[in-house]
């Protein structure tokens, strides 16, 4: 299983980003893909908040109630790819963000891209 993470970067608060999740090495398309981030100040794995989450149909989309309303998770089948849509972007959500996958009780992710937004 590969998940590679990109699209994070630095932007003025009021901001936007799209992150995008390619995936590998599984049967994507029958796959909860998910969304999370690195809760400030810790660095283990088991510290890590879910934003967003998405079945195969991409049908009633998961979203943590401080993203509600500004963040969009989407996926496609036939890129293998999830992404999330991030608008309104505020200083506490600059975090090390996750692409991840739970197949068979494990869960898998990704290296993270970082999004910090500052003015």
């Known amino acids: 299983v590969q998940l590679v993470e990109s699209g994070g970067g630095s932007v003025q608060p009021g901001g936007s980003l799209r992150l995008s999740c390619v995936a590998s090495g599984f049967i994507f398309h029958e796959h909860y893909m998910s969304w999370y981030r690195q809760i400030p100040g810790e660095e283990r794995e088991e510290e890590r908040e879910?934003?967003?989450?998405?079945?195969?149909?991409?049908?009633?989309?998961y979203y943590d109630h401080s993203v509600k309303g500004r963040f969009t998770i989407s996926r496609d089948n036939t890129k293998n790819t999830v992404y999330l849509q991030m608008s309104s972007l505020k200083p506490d959500d600059s975090s090390m963000y996750y692409c991840?996958?739970?197949?068979?009780?494990?869960?898998?992710w990704g290296q993270g891209t970082q999004v910090t937004v500052s003015s």
């Open positions: 879910l934003v967003a989450g998405m079945n195969s149909d991409g049908i009633n989309p």
């Open positions: 991840s996958v739970t197949i068979a009780e494990r869960i898998h």
